[in-house]
């Protein structure tokens, strides 16, 4: 089993920064490429940022600027500077492991981390 513990969320003020962290563990082969996603009260899940094996990053829009991605083997980061009200969710942390080589990869979700950003 592959197992994603995502850390960092909380309450910060508009215009402040908070840093996410999502750690694989497990048994799997290599992680492929993860991402973080967001869901707000009401609102559909999205992908706010994803990484490959090479660390090839790519953003939503709306985050472009604001957020970076990184990525230590299997922890990846989000780092998430000038933080809006809009920015307010709860966020969940992706990844395609390879737990059996030559294998297609298995999708895991790590339990969600709440980000409150106040005005």
């Known amino acids: 089993q592959v197992q994603l513990v995502e850390s960092g969320g909380g309450l910060v003020q508009a215009g402040r920064s908070l840093t996410l962290s999502c750690a694989a563990s497990?048994?799997?082969?290599?992680?492929?490429?993860m991402g973080w996603y967001r869901q707000a009260p009401g609102k559909e899940r999205e992908l706010v940022a994803a990484?490959?094996?090479?660390?090839t990053t790519a953003y939503a829009n709306s985050v472009k600027g604001r957020f970076t991605m990184s990525r230590d083997n299997n922890i990846m980061y989000l780092q998430m500077n000038s933080l809006k009200p809009e920015d307010t969710a709860v966020y969940y942390c992706?990844?395609?492991?390879?737990?059996?080589?030559?294998?297609?990869?298995?999708?895991?979700w790590g339990q969600g981390t709440l980000v409150t950003v106040s005005s």
């Open positions: 992706n990844a395609a492991a390879i737990v059996v080589p030559l294998r297609p990869p298995v999708e895991v």
């Open positions: 990484i490959t094996s090479s660390s």
């Open positions: 497990g048994k799997f082969f290599s992680i492929n490429t």
